[in-house]
Every structure is written in structure tokens, then in C-alpha cells.
């Protein structure tokens, strides 16, 4: 038995007809570039998560840039987010020429936590070295973090928020849809991604009407009447229309797949009791399940038995991003983020998507309760 982490395949043979005729309509209409998919993907995103506005783009990274760029985040300024979630974060705040100012995670939903929020933001205005302008949430494996508590941190400092929702599009929070949770948010259509795309591809959202023109310029070379009058440095930051047309039959069954991923990560968590620690969902929130991720002391154990199996598991993250050998100069050591770095040595995911069959959750549980004895 060999099963995939993320089988994209399964989701495929579903939609195979209407994702395989609107690839066809691309290719006969030939507006490769913004063709009418884009605008037709764009209104159904904005509407799925009550965003005014879904600005698609060339992937979920460009999407932070395009974020940060709209707040003309620059040098001196300090930008506060979690060391525990993929590079990109962090990457597209110091590509800016700003300063990422790391902030611990809650431990129990691995997410950043705003009390630590809090004193980071003052340690900073403490210093006067540099300006405190926002904060970059992730909803990491899927999982909204405390935005209560983040934007009574915003509030006070005058900061932004920007929502890295890369993994947690289409999650709940206190009945409100991730994609609108930030002053902008932003998602990936990365294939592996709950909502993901057949390539690269990304989106940003904001009900703010000034932020929307300003990030549909800065997608464009910083276009004003168009790409020729140029207004302001951008990027070359589009998402393609071969893959807004693909995109169109996947969002129709999304609603459906999120439900599907319930269903798998409660099973795993009904299996899993007592074996490992299992993921803590605070009422009032809905997980999409990027991942499902598990802690333990014997991972490595765990990992190997798995593996004999048949069954992969992958670490997210090994190292969190202070620790990283880009981020160096910032002066990070290890200990400045103790509940990170202890989540990044027991954390391992273990394999998630919506169609897992019956029984699989089990048989996970079986291969750790052997090799736990
Ligand atoms: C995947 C991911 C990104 C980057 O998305 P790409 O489309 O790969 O550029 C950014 N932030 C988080 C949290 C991610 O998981």
C-alpha cells in the first residue's frame, strides 16, 4: 500500500469534463492574458468570502507583496508575524527593505498569539528605531488565529492587518469567512493548497475601494490608464486566464471539499486519541485543513513506522523562519521563540485531502499504536 500525501488526481477525475472544456473555451477564445475567466473567478471569490473586491494573481507570495506594496511598506518600518509558518511570509517583508519582527505562537492552535503580540509591538515603540505598521497574521494549517485579539493590538497602533490565508481560505471565524478577515487578505492557488490551481497562482481580497485600485495597478507595472502610463513601481503580477478557467468548476465543489475535510480530520482525531496530540480548534472556528497536524515526543519513530508503511508525513516546519540562515542578521537566537521551536521538533502532518476513503484514519492510528509499544 502507498497512498499520496495530497492526491490531486482524485479531485481531477471528479471535475475532468468541466475543467478540461473550460481549458478548451481558453484556448478557442484566445485571451490568454486577463481573458473574461479572470473577471468571472474574481466576482465568485470576492462573493464566497464577502470581500468587496478578489484580486487574482500570479501566486500567494506575489499576493503578500502586492499587500505590503499597497501600505508603500518600505525601509524603517517594522512588520510583526509568526516564526512558524513558510518562508514566504517573512520573505516578502524584508523584500520590501522592512523589518519582520517575530512574534511567538499560541501553542495550542500554533498561530501567533496577540497577548505576545502586544508586547512585541511595545518593545518596539520602546526602542524608536523603527515604525510599527502591521501585522501578518497566517492561518496556519488552515486554522484562523485570534483576530479579536490581533486587531485590538491594530487598533491601538494604528496598524494593518494583513491576512497570509495562503492555507486558510474558505475557514470560519465567529461566522465570518477567511479572505475577509484583514484589511487585505491574501491567499495561494498553490496546487497542494485547499484551493489550488493546475500551476501558480494567488489572489488578494479587501472591501477597501482605494486599496483595490492601488493593488490592481501594482499587479500591472503600476499601470494607470494602462500598462504604458505608469504611476507607480510594480510588478508583473497576473494570474493567468487558463487557470481562472480551470479554477471555475474547482470553486463550485470547494464548500463541499471543506465539509469532506471535516469528516477526515475528525476521524483522524477519533483515531488518534491518547496516541499523539491531536489539532485544537476553538469553538466558533472551522479549519480548512491545509493539514493535519500531529505533535509527539517519538516522531522520528513515528515517522519511520509510517513510512514502512506506506503512509508519508511531512514536517511543517522544521525550522522556524528566526532561525532561518536568511533571516541571521536579525540577531534571532535559539530560545527568543520557545513555543515555536518546541512545536517545530514534535510537529509532523500527517496525509489530508478531501478524499481519504473510510478507514484510513484507523490504519494510521494502528501503524503509531504498534510502533508506540
Ligand atoms: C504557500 C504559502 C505562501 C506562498 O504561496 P505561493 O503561492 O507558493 O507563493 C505564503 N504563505 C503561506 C502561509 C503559505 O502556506
Given at each position: 500500500m502507498s497512498v499520496p500525501f495530497i492526491d490531486l488526481k482524485a479531485q481531477y477525475a471528479r471535475i475532468q469534463d468541466d475543467v478540461n472544456a473550460g481549458i478548451q473555451r481558453v484556448l478557442e477564445h484566445g485571451k490568454y492574458i486577463m481573458g473574461p475567466e479572470i473577471a468571472e473567478f474574481e466576482a465568485l471569490l470576492a462573493d464566497f468570502c464577502g470581500a468587496k473586491h478578489a484580486i487574482t494573481c500570479s501566486n500567494g507570495t506575489d499576493a503578500l507583496s502586492l499587500g505590503l506594496m499597497a501600505y508603500d511598506v518600505g525601509p524603517d518600518d517594522a512588520i510583526f508575524t509568526t516564526?512558524?509558518?513558510?518562508f514566504a511570509t517573512a520573505e516578502v517583508i524584508a523584500l520590501t527593505g522592512a523589518t519582520p519582527v517575530f512574534v511567538d505562537i499560541d501553542p495550542r492552535t500554533f498561530n501567533i498569539d496577540p497577548q505576545k503580540l502586544a508586547i512585541e509591538v511595545e518593545k518596539v515603540v520602546a526602542q524608536?528605531?523603527?515604525?510599527?505598521r502591521g501585522i501578518m497574521p497566517v492561518n496556519l494549517f488552515g486554522l484562523a488565529p485570534d483576530f479579536d485579539g490581533i486587531d485590538a493590538v491594530a487598533k491601538e497602533h494604528d496598524l494593518f492587518v494583513l491576512e497570509?490565508?495562503?492555507?486558510?481560505?474558505?475557514g470560519l471565524y465567529k461566522g465570518r469567512v477567511s479572505?475577509?478577515?484583514?484589511d487585505i487578505s491574501s491567499t495561494s492557488f498553490f496546487p497542494a493548497k485547499p484551493l489550488g490551481c493546475y500551476g501558480d497562482g494567488g489572489a488578494v481580497f479587501t472591501s477597501n475601494d482605494e486599496l483595490a485600485d492601488k493593488m490592481r495597478s501594482l499587479r500591472v507595472h503600476g499601470q494607470g490608464v494602462d500598462k504604458y502610463d505608469n504611476v507607480r513601481i510594480g510588478l508583473n503580477a497576473r494570474f493567468d486566464t487558463i487557470q481562472a478557467a480551470i479554477m471555475l468548476p474547482k470553486l463550485a465543489i470547494f464548500p463541499e471539499e471543506i465539509e469532506l475535510r471535516q469528516k477526515v480530520a475528525s476521524a483522524y482525531t477519533k483515531a488518534l486519541d491518547g496516541l499523539v496530540e491531536t489539532p485544537y480548534v476553538p469553538d466558533g472556528y472551522t479549519s480548512v485543513w491545509a493539514q493535519y497536524s500531529v505533535l509527539s515526543d517519538r516522531r522520528e519513530e513515528l515517522q519511520a513506522a509510517l513510512q514502512t508503511a506506506g503512509i508519508p508525513s511531512v514536517i511543517?516546519?522544521?525550522?522556524?523562519c528566526h532561525l532561518s540562515k536568511a533571516f541571521e542578521h536579525l540577531g534571532y537566537k535559539e530560545g527568543d521563540m520557545p513555543e515555536s521551536e518546541k512545536a517545530s521538533k514534535r510537529i509532523f502532518s500527517l496525509p489530508m485531502h478531501p478524499y481519504i476513503e473510510d478507514g484510513f484514519a484507523e490504519q494510521v492510528a494502528d501503524v503509531i499504536r504498534a510502533a508506540l509499544v
Open positions: 516564526p512558524f509558518t513558510f524608536g528605531k523603527l515604525k510599527p497570509d490565508t495562503a492555507q486558510g481560505f474558505g479572505g475577509s478577515l484583514g511543517y516546519y522544521r525550522i522556524p
